[in-house]
Nanobody, 125 residues
Framework: QVLLVESGGGLVQAGGSLRLSCAASGRTFYSNTMGWFRQAPGKEREFVAV???????YYADSVKGRFTISRDNAKNTVYLQMNSLQPEDTAVYYC???????????????????WGQGTQVTVSS
Protein backbone atom coordinates (compact mmCIF):
# COMPACT_ATOMS: atom_id res chain seq x y z
CA GLN A 1 0.00 0.00 0.00
CA VAL A 2 1.33 3.43 -0.96
CA LEU A 3 -0.19 6.65 0.35
CA LEU A 4 0.49 9.76 -1.70
CA VAL A 5 -0.14 13.31 -0.48
CA GLU A 6 0.29 16.27 -2.81
CA SER A 7 0.90 19.85 -1.76
CA GLY A 8 2.02 23.15 -3.24
CA GLY A 9 -0.91 24.04 -5.46
CA GLY A 10 -2.44 27.49 -5.51
CA LEU A 11 -3.29 30.57 -7.54
CA VAL A 12 -0.59 32.18 -9.65
CA GLN A 13 -0.48 34.74 -12.43
CA ALA A 14 0.50 33.77 -15.95
CA GLY A 15 4.27 33.56 -16.25
CA GLY A 16 4.66 32.61 -12.61
CA SER A 17 5.98 29.46 -10.98
CA LEU A 18 4.86 26.83 -8.51
CA ARG A 19 6.49 23.75 -7.08
CA LEU A 20 4.31 20.77 -6.30
CA SER A 21 5.40 18.12 -3.84
CA CYS A 22 4.17 14.58 -3.38
CA ALA A 23 5.07 12.77 -0.20
CA ALA A 24 4.85 8.99 -0.34
CA SER A 25 4.57 6.42 2.38
CA GLY A 26 6.31 3.07 2.31
CA ARG A 27 9.84 1.73 2.35
CA THR A 28 10.05 1.01 -1.36
CA PHE A 29 9.61 4.54 -2.71
CA TYR A 30 13.04 4.34 -4.36
CA SER A 31 11.84 1.46 -6.55
CA ASN A 32 8.64 3.15 -7.76
CA THR A 33 8.18 5.07 -10.96
CA MET A 34 6.43 8.32 -10.10
CA GLY A 35 4.24 10.37 -12.38
CA TRP A 36 2.29 13.61 -12.44
CA PHE A 37 -1.03 13.92 -14.22
CA ARG A 38 -3.55 16.72 -14.42
CA GLN A 39 -7.24 17.07 -15.07
CA ALA A 40 -8.99 20.24 -16.13
CA PRO A 41 -12.78 20.67 -15.78
CA GLY A 42 -14.60 18.74 -18.47
CA LYS A 43 -11.45 17.08 -19.72
CA GLU A 44 -9.83 13.70 -19.28
CA ARG A 45 -6.89 13.18 -17.00
CA GLU A 46 -3.69 13.74 -18.95
CA PHE A 47 -0.08 12.80 -18.50
CA VAL A 48 2.32 15.57 -17.48
CA ALA A 49 5.65 14.05 -16.45
CA VAL A 50 7.26 10.89 -15.13
CA UNK A 51 10.47 9.96 -13.36
CA UNK A 52 11.68 6.40 -13.21
CA UNK A 53 13.43 4.56 -10.39
CA UNK A 54 16.75 5.48 -12.00
CA UNK A 55 15.60 9.10 -12.47
CA UNK A 56 15.00 8.94 -16.20
CA UNK A 57 12.42 11.58 -17.05
CA TYR A 58 9.85 12.13 -19.75
CA TYR A 59 7.44 15.01 -20.33
CA ALA A 60 4.30 15.79 -22.24
CA ASP A 61 5.01 18.07 -25.18
CA SER A 62 2.77 20.74 -23.67
CA VAL A 63 5.04 21.18 -20.63
CA LYS A 64 8.46 20.29 -22.03
CA GLY A 65 10.97 23.01 -21.28
CA ARG A 66 8.74 24.59 -18.61
CA PHE A 67 8.20 21.82 -16.06
CA THR A 68 10.83 19.72 -14.27
CA ILE A 69 10.15 16.52 -12.35
CA SER A 70 12.59 15.35 -9.69
CA ARG A 71 12.71 12.99 -6.75
CA ASP A 72 14.39 12.80 -3.37
CA ASN A 73 14.44 9.18 -2.26
CA ALA A 74 15.75 10.11 1.19
CA LYS A 75 12.57 12.12 1.74
CA ASN A 76 10.20 9.80 -0.15
CA THR A 77 9.14 12.82 -2.17
CA VAL A 78 8.68 13.67 -5.82
CA TYR A 79 8.51 17.25 -7.05
CA LEU A 80 7.12 19.08 -10.05
CA GLN A 81 8.69 22.48 -10.65
CA MET A 82 6.40 24.46 -12.93
CA ASN A 83 7.70 27.61 -14.59
CA SER A 84 6.20 29.97 -17.16
CA LEU A 85 2.72 28.86 -16.16
CA GLN A 86 -0.12 29.63 -18.52
CA PRO A 87 -3.91 29.65 -18.02
CA GLU A 88 -4.13 26.37 -19.92
CA ASP A 89 -2.09 24.76 -17.15
CA THR A 90 -5.04 25.25 -14.78
CA ALA A 91 -6.10 21.85 -13.48
CA VAL A 92 -6.09 19.52 -10.53
CA TYR A 93 -2.65 17.93 -10.44
CA TYR A 94 -2.30 14.33 -9.29
CA CYS A 95 0.71 12.38 -8.18
CA UNK A 96 0.79 8.67 -9.03
CA UNK A 97 2.98 5.68 -8.29
CA UNK A 98 3.71 2.69 -10.50
CA UNK A 99 5.07 -0.08 -8.31
CA UNK A 100 5.56 -2.64 -11.04
CA UNK A 101 8.73 -3.32 -12.94
CA UNK A 102 8.53 -2.13 -16.54
CA UNK A 103 10.93 -1.81 -19.41
CA UNK A 104 9.04 1.17 -20.84
CA UNK A 105 8.29 4.36 -18.90
CA UNK A 106 4.53 4.50 -18.19
CA UNK A 107 2.65 7.51 -19.53
CA UNK A 108 -0.98 6.42 -19.23
CA UNK A 109 -3.12 6.63 -16.13
CA UNK A 110 -4.08 2.96 -16.20
CA UNK A 111 -0.44 1.97 -15.71
CA UNK A 112 -0.31 3.55 -12.27
CA UNK A 113 -1.70 1.76 -9.25
CA UNK A 114 -1.67 4.43 -6.53
CA TRP A 115 -2.92 8.01 -6.68
CA GLY A 116 -2.94 11.05 -4.47
CA GLN A 117 -5.97 13.20 -3.78
CA GLY A 118 -4.85 15.99 -6.08
CA THR A 119 -3.93 19.64 -5.64
CA GLN A 120 -5.51 22.55 -7.48
CA VAL A 121 -3.38 24.78 -9.67
CA THR A 122 -5.05 27.90 -11.04
CA VAL A 123 -3.26 30.25 -13.41
CA SER A 124 -4.85 33.63 -14.00
CA SER A 125 -4.32 35.62 -17.17
Amino acid sequence: QVLLVESGGGLVQAGGSLRLSCAASGRTFYSNTMGWFRQAPGKEREFVAVISRISSTYYADSVKGRFTISRDNAKNTVYLQMNSLQPEDTAVYYCAADTRYRTVIPTTAREYDYWGQGTQVTVSS
